[in-house]
Structures are given as structure tokens and as C-alpha cells.
């Protein structure tokens, strides 16, 4: 059945979908720091990976971006990675309901709700190994690379303008750090969750990405098992639930499939055993994820039939 479901993504018209949703112009582009506020609203980029290792894709689909929350499910796939025990006691896996910055942490515990939020995320990324920041960024920083199957590097711009307008991200690490949580300082703790946002990509790094998660944590282009099969039903299972933020449910309903946005506009999602899929385009609607993004996972989802509560069952 997933082959046959693979069959049909490689087939798939992806120009003709692009074509029609190059036309959507709903949305904002983020401002949060300069760099993101001077990104292209019309690049538009749509990319496929596929079990052998292809990659189809169309548009702008090597334009370069920064992951930001796109970032999140892998770096929560590399503390689970290092330090699987502690993640689970540490950070919750509930989804928030509130924006992807609020200043919240679990009621009773103290913990971050869930890895895909801001506060789970910066706790997370310090339980990647590493004596000190540098060293963590640098372990996320193979880490990702791994996933991309290519070197990926850092726009310490981005990173740098992050750290200094990042005040509810600072609040949060505070927060944490009263409830005796986090343990690193704030700014190192700081320093590391933005360097990790600030990870560049292009659409088609994204697609190999998100099917290394779909094809059991093993990288389809170079053949590496980058993270263990439980590490990827743990990141799936709170991509699914809690990835799209509040848009979380609706999403899952029309959709159905695990993904993660970041505000620089890039979105990738897994069908498990099918394909990864990555899309690019900067507008966001006002929960914070990709407009043309979420409008090309709709469709690629309703006419590949790819909803995971919706796939043909096998008779034999
Ligand atoms: N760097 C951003 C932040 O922490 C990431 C947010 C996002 O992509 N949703 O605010």
C-alpha cells in the first residue's frame, strides 16, 4: 500500500499544484527581526522526497531560509536521542492551545507543555549533549545535518537577532529556570535554542528531512540511521498533535499528517513510509504558519489520500 501510495507521489503533478497556488496571496510575512521581514512573499517552493532517495521539486526550491520552529521536531529527535529518559520526565507532551511563544509552563509540574512550543523547544535543545553552548550547537548542528543528508551551517545574523529581540523567549527561560527546571544559564540555554532557528535550508533539504522521520529515522538519500525507530514514533506522535501550534487539531482533521511550521515560512511534514514533503513560502495566516504551505499539504493530502485516518485499508 505505501508503495503503491509512493508510486503516486512520484507521479504527482506537483508544477500544476504549484501553478494554482502561486495565485493565493493571503497572509503576513514576519517581522520579528529584519531578516525574516525582507524575505520574498511570492518565493514559493514545494519539494518531495521519495523512498530511493529522489527528490522531486518546483519553484523556489532551493532558496535558502531559516529552519525556526521548523527546527524543533529534529532537535526534540536529538535530545531524545541523547538523553531519552530525562527528556520524557522533563518536558510534557500535551498540546497548548496558545501561540507558539506563550509564557506557560505545565500547571502542577512546572514543566514546558510540549517540545513543539518555544518553551519545550529551548528546553530540549539543552538536553542535546554538550559540555557548554558551543558544544551543543555544535552536536544539533550534525545532528541536522544528518537528517538533510548535506552540511548545513548557521546564519549567526539570524541567531544574533534572535538573541536580542527574543525577550518572551528570555522570560520563558527565566520562568524555567525559577521553577528549578532548566539547568544551563539563560543565555547559554538561549544561545543554543537560536542557533538551531537560525539553521539554513532550502525546500528540498526540508522534504529529505521530513522523510528520514517518515522512513524510520533512516536518511533515504545517504542510507544513515540517524535516530532510532522509538525516537521517531515519539517525534511523529507530537509533530501530529501539537506541530501546527493552535491550528494543531484543524489541521490534523483536514490534513492528517505530523508536520512542523517555522514563521520564516517553511513547513515539513512525513508520510510514514511514503514521502517527506517540504514547501516554502513566507506569508504566514495568524496562527503562524505558511499559507501556501498548509493550502499544498491539503492537497497533497486529499488527492494522494494520504490522511493517516483515511488511507485505503488492505484487504489481505
Ligand atoms: N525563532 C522563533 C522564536 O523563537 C521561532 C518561532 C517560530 O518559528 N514559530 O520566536
Excluded at 493565493?24 to 518565493?43: M, W, Y
Aim: proline share 5%; hydrophobic share 40%; charged share 25%.
Amino acid at each position: 500500500m505505501t508503495n503503491t501510495l509512493a508510486r503516486a507521489a512520484a507521479r504527482y503533478d506537483l508544477g500544476a499544484l504549484h501553478r494554482e497556488l502561486v495565485e493565493e496571496h493571503g497572509g503576513e510575512v514576519d517581522d520579528s527581526v529584519p531578516q525574516l521581514a525582507e524575505a520574498d512573499p511570492n518565493a514559493f517552493g514545494i519539494a518531495l522526497a521519495l523512498p530511493d532517495g529522489d527528490v522531486r521539486s518546483v519553484g523556489n526550491a532551493r532558496d535558502e531560509f531559516s529552519m525556526q520552529s521548523a527546527v524543533k521536531p529534529f532537535v526534540y529527535a536529538l535530545a531524545l536521542r541523547d538523553n531519552y529518559d530525562a527528556v520524557h520526565e522533563e518536558v510534557g507532551t500535551e498540546p497548548t492551545g496558545e501561540s507558539f511563544d506563550a509564557v506557560l509552563l505545565e500547571e502542577d509540574t512546572g514543566r514546558p507543555p510540549n517540545p513543539m512550543v518555544n518553551a519545550g523547544a529551548i528546553y530540549t535543545a539543552n538536553l542535546v549533549e554538550g559540555s557548554d553552548a558551543r558544544a551543543k550547537r555544535e552536536r544539533i548542528l550534525v545532528g541536522l545535518s544528518a537528517f538533510a543528508g548535506r552540511e548545513l551551517r548557521v546564519d549567526e545574523g539570524v541567531a544574533e537577532a534572535e538573541q536580542e529581540k527574543g525577550d518572551r523567549n528570555r522570560a520563558l527561560a527565566y520562568l524555567m529556570r525559577s521553577m528549578g527546571t532548566l539547568d544551563p544559564g539563560v543565555d547559554e540555554a538561549l544561545e543554543v535554542y537560536a542557533a538551531a532557528c537560525a539553521v539554513l535550508v532550502d525546500t528540498e533539504v526540508l522534504a529529505v528531512m521530513g522523510a528520514t522521520l517518515a522512513f524510520g529515522g533512516r536518511n533515504p538519500r545517504t542510507g544513515e540511521q540517524v535516530v532510532s525507530r522509538r525516537v521517531v514514533t515519539d517525534v511523529l506522535s507530537v509533530m501530529a498533535t501539537c506541530g501546527m501550534y493552535d491550528g494543531s487539531g484543524r489541521w490534523l482533521r483536514r490534513v492528517g499528517l505530523p508536520a512542523k511550521s517555522g514563521v520564516a515560512g517553511g513547513l515539513v511534514a512525513s508520510v510514514q513510509g511514503v514521502a517527506g514533503i517540504g514547501v516554502y513560502s513566507p506569508p504566514l495566516d495568524p496562527v503562524g504558519n505558511s499559507v501556501r504551505g498548509v493550502r499544498v499539504c491539503e492537497r497533497l493530502s486529499a488527492d494522494l489520500g494520504l490522511h493517516v485516518f483515511d488511507r485505503e485499508l488492505d484487504p489481505s
